[in-house]
């Protein structure tokens, strides 16, 4: 058996031992794997071989072998894995045996559905508090939280102990509402503005922009026709020439000088 349940795992307390220092990758792909398991574990699979796991997490199982490997996760030859041991592996990896509290900056258009999306809850995370600078959407509740002015940030990270903090202000706010996030002690942020923001070191920032997954999107629209000679569709889809004097045709890929 070369699965071994960490110390930590399934309500062990005490302090952490050292993790494995994974590739940035393989973290990406531990959630995927996560939520695979779950939806295994939901439908009545006890384990699962490295192929049938990949499939459902949409990578390939070599990769996802060597993901799990650096976890210390083999499997069993024959067998696969356990998905019950590998859900409290991944799960002890990733932190999330305790479920962290994150305050959600930002409650207009977007930070209301962020606020109530039950998701978060059954992958770890419990929304703690929400904040706004806006006086009008001070004192609204929305899924049994209160909105809470900006200005009780110290008051009410200090009491929920917030680990994680979103930003879904618009952009020219989210550097100063990082700023407070950080001051008080959050050295963990997602943040959804259109922005760069500048953070001391230690301090994680991952960026979530649907808009730049919409023009990588495009570039692959776009590189497609270019290979295929179908001209693209839409008010664009005559233009040949591209800036910096490249010029492409319908059939020609678009060469760097
Ligand atoms: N990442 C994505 O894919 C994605 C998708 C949609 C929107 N967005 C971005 O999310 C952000 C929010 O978009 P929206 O449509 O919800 O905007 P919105 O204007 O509806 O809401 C923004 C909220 O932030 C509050 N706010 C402004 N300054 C603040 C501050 N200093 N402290 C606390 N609260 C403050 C406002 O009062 C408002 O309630 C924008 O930056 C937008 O570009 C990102």
Redesign the pocket.
Known sequence: MSQHRHPGASGHTGAVPALPDLPEATVARLPEYLRALHNLAETGHDTVSSEALATAAGVNSAKLRKDLSHLGSYGTRGVGYDVALLIDQIEYVLGLTQRRAVAL?????????LAGYAGFVSRGFRIAAL????E??VGEEINGLVVR??DDLATIAAQEAIAIGV????????Q??AD?LVAVGVTSIL?????VLSVPDGVDVR???????LQILSFHEHRKASLTGIPASGPAAGLTALPGGLAATGTQEAVGS
């Open positions: 900056v930002g409650v207009g258009n977007l930070g209301h559905a904040f706004d600078a806006d009008s959407r002015h900006i930003i879904a202000t618009p952009a020219p706010a989210a100063s509402v407070r943040n959804f503005a259109p922005c960026k979530v922009d649907l808009a730049i997954e």
